[in-house]
Nanobody, 126 residues
Framework: QVQLVESGGGLVQPGSSLTLSCDTSPFTLSYYAVAWFRQAPGKEREGVSCHGPHDGRTDYIDSVKGRFTISRDNAKNVAYLQMSNLEPEDTATYYC???????????????????WGKGTQVTVSS
């Protein structure tokens, strides 16, 4: 099964920035909503941010608003998650996913995601 490929994770200090990338090839990103999720050890996976395919609407969970920015380059089939002012609580494996044509949050997850990546680790620690 084809999987998306995330990159850009790493070990950083609190207050630092990271930009995650998600290569969605061979899928045509412009057809889909794209979302980022994360899962910390011992916790459930949660939706972090989503970007709709047509109207440019974005969505963020409260804990990352003002610090994270989701974007997409449909020409390159790549999505991004710019993360700034990182906190230890942001430590998790981050996954990207694509699916559907809208960002609908339900039960802490964005619904309708069909294709997923394997994840990239982000660790925020001093």
């Amino acid at each position: 099964q084809v999987q998306l490929v995330e990159s850009g994770g790493g070990l950083v200090q609190p207050g630092s920035s990271l930009t995650l990338s998600c290569d969605t090839s061979p899928f045509t990103l412009s057809y889909y909503a794209v979302a980022w999720f994360r899962q910390a050890p011992g916790k459930e996976r949660e939706g972090v941010s989503c970007h709709g395919p047509h109207d440019g609407r974005t969505d963020y969970i409260d804990s990352v608003k003002g610090r994270f920015t989701i974007s997409r380059d449909n020409a390159k089939n790549v999505a991004y998650l710019q993360m700034s002012n990182l906190e230890p609580e942001d430590t998790a494996t981050y996954y990207c996913a694509i699916g559907g044509v809208m960002c609908v949050m339900k039960g802490g997850l964005y619904n309708g995601m069909e294709y997923w990546g394997k994840g990239t680790q982000v660790t925020v620690s001093s």
